[in-house]
């Protein structure tokens, strides 16, 4: 079974541009969360969906990140403008949301270079 | 509010060398811990996951333990071998804290020949 799949893998932009990540978690998996983990820390969430509902965006930047969940699957995470500080591995998630007992399964993540 | 901290911050140990990372946070009701491993530039590999009930886990040559009533964890690796080096990261699942994991900042274990 794949596990939690994130693209791109990798991205250097320059500061002030849009950028856009992808997550496509394990398959059955109802509840999806974005993580950001700055050099040396650990991650932090950024954003919980319960199928295609956000239902913890508390951390989320709202004023330049966004997300989607369309269908309850995918989930779409854009940042517009980027900015420097916005430099860090960007880690999707998953878990089945059968209770809170579950393991959650990480995707490889996406290293994001704001220059 | 949750606060998960790690010690050591980073750990070098020779091969065949049995080791033990701690994990202390200041809340003691969670659902559950878990340990993650993550290589240099990788996402987070669970490692294994400790439900508030159970007081250990094991899974080959890793045994994790918890005493939830003191706030602490520990991964303990038996054998420890080149390939073990990584950043280990333990994370709690708080109970009211909306199913998502508080993370502490890792331990960077290297093992050497």
């Known amino acids: 079974e794949a596990g939690v799949v994130q693209s791109p893998r990798y991205k250097i932009i320059e500061k002030k541009q849009p950028v856009a990540f992808w997550c496509n978690p394990i398959?059955?998996?109802?509840?999806l969360y974005w993580y950001r983990q700055n050099l040396g820390q650990g991650p932090e969430l950024l954003i919980r969906?319960?199928?295609?509902?956000?239902?913890?965006d508390s951390q989320l930047p709202k004023d330049r990140f966004s997300a989607e969940r369309l269908k309850g699957v995918d989930s779409t995470l854009k940042i517009q403008p980027a900015e420097l500080g916005d430099s860090a591995v960007y880690l999707c998630?998953?878990?089945?949301?059968?209770?809170?007992?579950?393991?959650?399964?990480f995707g490889q993540g996406t290293r994001l270079t704001v220059v | 509010k949750q606060e998960v901290t790690q010690i050591p911050a980073a750990l070098s140990v020779p091969e065949g060398e049995n080791l033990v990372l701690n994990c202390s946070f200041t809340?003691?009701?969670?659902?559950?811990l878990q340990w993650f491993r993550q290589d240099p530039g990788k996402g987070l590999t669970s490692l294994l996951l400790?439900?508030?009930?159970?007081r250990e886990q094991t899974s080959g040559r890793l045994n994790a333990s918890l005493d939830k009533s003191s706030g602490r964890s520990t991964l303990y690796i038996a054998a420890s071998q080149p390939g073990d080096s990584a950043t280990y990261l333990c994370?709690?699942?708080?109970?009211?804290?909306?199913?998502?994991?508080?993370f502490g900042t890792g331990t960077q274990l290297k093992v050497e020949l």
């Open positions: 998630a998953s878990n089945s949301g059968l209770g809170m007992n579950t393991e959650a399964f």
């Open positions: 398959s059955g998996h109802n509840t």
């Open positions: 969906y319960e199928n295609e509902e956000a239902v913890d």
């Open positions: 809340d003691s009701a969670i659902y559950n």
């Open positions: 400790i439900q508030s009930s159970q």
């Open positions: 994370a709690v699942r708080p109970v009211g804290g909306g199913n998502k994991l508080t």
